[in-house]
């Protein structure tokens, strides 16, 4: 099935997608967020644009936010994770500049290190130390801003899953194409949000978003072919015992 649309978030009308904090939205030990995300426009220096948080200053609830960064010349990517809601632990990850095409970003947090891996298109980029234990605050889960509204990103994103584990390089680069099947029932998988003209969740939780500010749905080439799959045959399907 071609994957046909995507939406576009556009920072001048601060655009963003929400979903209400709810338990499982707190994973409390190790997580994995992966998207894929094309800017309008190439990050310029100063400018700390969001890709997804779990972010709200008021009442002291931040839990963490992965953005892009640029300090002069040099590009970052950038995790922040709260210990308590107020004290930041930031990790900066130098990158090439990922200009206005679309490029695959997960962050890889570890509890038990503690750390967060970076990945851009399915290759580790760096990690750092990230907080011991993650605040479980009350904020929403938002794709294109924080929870304020504030630092939005002006750009598109797609397909974007939420995982309760620690993804593998090797995961990481199979979901890439887009094409290989999760399964909904997946104990690991907390949300996946195709954003095929939908803002429903295809995981296991019914965690569909809030579309802020009036975003639109377009049609789009994409770097990969599928939005949702069918599932891949079983062994025993194809033949093999």
């Known amino acids: 099935m071609a994957n046909l649309y995507t939406i576009d978030l556009v920072a001048a009308s601060t655009q963003y997608l929400s979903r209400a904090d709810t338990a499982v939205l707190d994973p409390g030990t190790n997580f994995t967020i992966e998207g894929w995300f094309k800017m309008n426009a190439e990050v310029l220096g100063g400018e700390t644009p969001t890709l997804v948080s779990k972010f709200l200053s008021a009442g002291d609830q931040r839990s963490w936010v992965l953005n892009l960064a640029r ?6 990517i950038e995790f922040i994770s709260y210990t308590n809601g107020v004290t930041a632990v930031d990790v900066l990850v130098n990158i090439t500049s990922l200009g206005t095409t679309w490029n695959h970003i997960a962050a890889v947090y570890t509890k038990a290190t503690p750390q967060v891996e970076i990945y851009v298109n399915g290759v580790s980029v760096g990690t750092g130390t990230a907080a011991a234990s993650i605040f479980d605050g ?6 294109g801003a ?8 002006d ?3 797609d397909d974007v899953r939420f995982w309760n584990d620690i993804r593998t390089t090797a995961e990481i680069a199979d979901n890439m194409s ?14 996946w949000w195709t954003l095929e003209n939908v803002l429903t969740d295809s995981g296991p939780n019914g965690l569909t978003l809030t579309n802020n500010n009036s975003a639109t749905f377009q049609s789009a080439t994409l770097p990969y072919a599928c939005a949702v799959a ?10 093999v015992g």
């Open 138 to 143: 009350t904020a929403a889960f938002v794709i």
């Open 178 to 191: 887009n094409c290989n099947f999760v399964d909904p029932a997946d104990g690991s998988l907390i949300g």
């Open 146 to 153: 924080l929870n304020n509204p504030a630092l939005p990103m």
């Open 230 to 239: 069918t599932p891949k045959p079983t062994l025993l399907l194809m033949g």
């Open 71 to 76: 300090d002069g010349a040099q590009h970052k």
């Open 155 to 157: 750009g598109k994103a």
